[in-house]
C-alpha cells in the first residue's frame, strides 16, 4: 500500500483519538467538576476511485490502517500493493479517505453497488442481498499450534496494551501475538470491527505473515469479527466474550480455530481444535459448566 501525504492530514486531537470535555461526577454524595478525557468518534468517509462507497463512525487514528484493514477484510482488495491512500482529509464533518484500485477491483467493487451506514464500522449493515452477507471466505491455512500459556500470555499483555481505553473507557483492542504469545501489534477503536480491520492493516503494512499468531479480541466473536479475520487468512481468534451461533458456523467452515471467553481462569474452544495446546487442562468428569456471561462493554 502507498501513502500520499496530505496538508490536511488529521490534527492532534484525532490522532490522540481523545478529547477533553467538562464534567460533573456525584461520588459518595459528593458533587464534584472536573475536566474528562472522552473518546473521540467521527464519521469516516471511504471513496475508492473517486465513486464514495462507505461511511461509518470511528476513532479519528490509524486511518490508513483501517483503510487497508477494511479494504482487505471486505475482500475489496487481495494484498496490500493492490490499495492506495491519495488523500486523508479532515473538517468539522469528519474525515475523507481517497483511495485507488486497479480498474479490476474497481469494476468488481461497482457491481457490488453497496453503501454501508453503520455506527461501527459494521462489514454487513447496507449490505442488498443474503447471498452477500454470507458469501463465504477463503479457508484458511494450517496455521500455527499455540499452548494455552502463550493464549493467556497474549491476554495478559493486550490488557496492558490499551492506552486509549486506560484514558477513556470506551473502547475495543485487537493484538496480534506470535506462537510464543508475545503481543507485537495493537489497534483501538470505539468500535470492535474497526479495530480488528486497523489491526489487519497493520499486519499487512508490517509484512506480518497471519499463519504464524494468534488474534486477541476485547470483545464477542460475533459474524463479522470471523468473517473479517478469515479473509485476512487469521488462522485463529480469541474474544473475552461469547462468539454468535453464525461466528461458530462459518468458523468451523472457514477453518478458523475460534476461541471464546478467553480470560485467566481458562477459555472456550469452538472450532478446529487442533491449533491450540491444553497441555495443562484437566477434564472434570460430566462437568457442563456454563459459560461466564460478558459485560456489556465486553460485546
Known amino acids: 500500500m502507498s501513502v500520499k501525504p496530505s496538508s490536511s492530514e488529521p490534527q492532534a486531537a484525532h490522532g490522540d483519538g481523545a478529547v477533553r470535555r467538562r464534567v460533573r461526577r456525584v461520588r459518595d454524595g ?50 496490500a500493493g493492490e490499495l492506495a ?73 493486550l490488557r496492558r496494551s490499551q492506552p486509549l481505553n486506560a484514558l477513556t473507557g470506551a473502547t475495543h483492542a485487537a493484538g496480534w501475538a506470535d506462537a510464543d504469545g508475545a503481543l507485537r501489534l495493537v489497534r ?25 499468531g494468534v488474534c486477541v479480541v476485547t470483545s464477542r466473536a460475533s459474524y463479522e469479527m470471523a468473517m473479517k479475520a478469515a479473509q485476512a487468512g487469521i488462522a485463529v481468534l480469541a474474544a473475552i466474550s461469547a462468539p454468535t451461533a453464525l461466528a461458530i458456523a462459518l468458523a468451523d467452515s472457514a477453518g478458523l480455530t475460534l476461541i471464546g471467553f478467553a480470560r485467566d481462569d481458562g477459555h472456550a474452544l469452538y472450532t478446529h481444535p487442533q491449533r491450540l495446546l491444553d497441555d495443562d487442562a484437566v477434564a472434570a468428569p460430566g462437568g457442563h459448566e456454563r459459560a461466564p456471561r460478558a459485560t456489556e462493554h465486553q460485546r
Not at 131 to 154: F, Y
Not at 188 to 212: S, T
Open 85 to 157: 491512500v491519495e488523500d486523508i482529509a479532515t473538517s468539522l464533518e469528519g474525515i475523507s479517505v481517497a483511495l485507488r484500485v486497479p480498474p479490476a477491483r474497481a469494476a468488481a467493487l461497482q457491481a457490488r453497488r453497496r453503501n454501508l451506514q453503520g455506527r461501527s464500522g459494521c462489514g454487513v449493515c447496507g449490505t442488498e442481498s443474503i447471498e452477500a452477507v454470507l458469501r463465504p471466505p477463503p479457508r484458511v491455512g494450517d496455521g500455527p499450534r499455540i499452548a494455552a500459556s502463550a493464549l493467556q500470555r497474549a491476554l495478559r499483555e
Open 188 to 212: 483501538e477503536d470505539v468500535g470492535r470491527h474497526n479495530a480488528l480491520d486497523k489491526l489487519i492493516g497493520a499486519m499487512a503494512q508490517a509484512g506480518v505473515d497471519p499463519q504464524r
Open 30 to 79: 459528593e458533587l464534584r467538576e472536573a475536566m474528562d478525557e472522552v473518546a473521540a468518534e467521527v464519521p469516516l468517509a471511504l471513496a475508492y476511485n473517486d465513486e464514495p462507497f462507505a461511511v461509518m463512525m470511528a476513532t479519528p487514528q490509524d486511518i490508513a490502517d483501517f483503510a487497508l484493514g477494511f479494504s482487505l477484510s471486505e475482500g475489496i482488495v487481495g494484498a
